[in-house]
């Protein structure tokens, strides 16, 4: 059986709708992290909050592979199983952070972590509005869209190499403190990477479903 559409796919939901709602729920474990970073008194529920939806995108991803196992492998089937994989991705990188916070129990969030949180959070919004258009996404908007991402992923990877080279020259914080914010504004550094990756593969599902 082939199928070169996210519609249908045998008797599973479709995988756009497994996509919008694997978004909402990475736009609400953003979210979490937000509140987490804004109350570190109540980190513990914050961070609880945070497995849990990351849990529920476990499930998701889970869902949408299997959506694809009776299909005919295929360049499209290929494309669309990298994309659920970015987007478990992200949701990943959320509960990551949030996990980091829980070990490394800071007394308080670097600025930068702020900011490059407000990227992922614009990032996720982006790629949930594009995909909320399939199947009627006009290939110049996605275009659009994955030049927006770039650029979201482009400057929070100028944040993250300037607070580094902050670090560097200031000499304020201690070695561990240094290490471990080192790590935590990688992983989300690396949580942009990934949206912005998705951003291509959906383009470039789209591209494929319009030569099909």
Avoid at 44 to 54: P, V
Avoid at 107 to 119: G, N, T, Y
Wanted: with cysteine; proline share 1%; hydrophobic share 40%.
């Amino acid at each position: 059986m082939t199928n070169n559409n996210l519609e249908h796919h045998l008797n599973s939901r479709p995988l756009d709708t497994i996509f919008k709602e694997h978004l909402d729920n990475s736009l609400d474990c953003a979210q979490a992290l937000g509140l987490l970073f804004s109350n570190l008194d109540e980190r513990g529920l914050h961070i609880a909050q945070a497995k849990i939806l990351e849990e529920k995108g476990d499930k998701l991803t889970e869902e949408a592979f299997r959506a694809l196992e009776h299909l005919t492998y295929s360049e499209y089937i290929r494309i669309t199983e990298e994309l659920i994989k970015r987007l478990d991705d992200i949701v990943d990188g959320l509960n990551n952070t949030a996990r980091l916070i829980d070990i490394c129990h800071p007394k308080q969030i670097e600025d930068a972590a702020h900011v490059m949180l407000k990227v992922i959070l614009s990032m996720i919004d982006r790629l949930r509005i594009e995909i909320g258009e399939y199947p009627n996404n006009e290939l110049a908007n996605v275009r659009a869209c994955s030049k927006e991402l770039k650029h979201h992923e482009s400057s929070a990877d100028g944040i993250y190499h300037d607070w580094r080279k902050k670090q560097r020259s200031l000499l304020v914080m201690s070695l561990i403190d240094e290490s471990n914010w080192t790590e935590i504004l990688g992983v989300l550094e690396e949580t942009t990477d990934a949206a912005y990756h998705a951003a291509l593969l959906f383009e470039r599902i789209i591209r494929y479903r319009q030569r099909a």
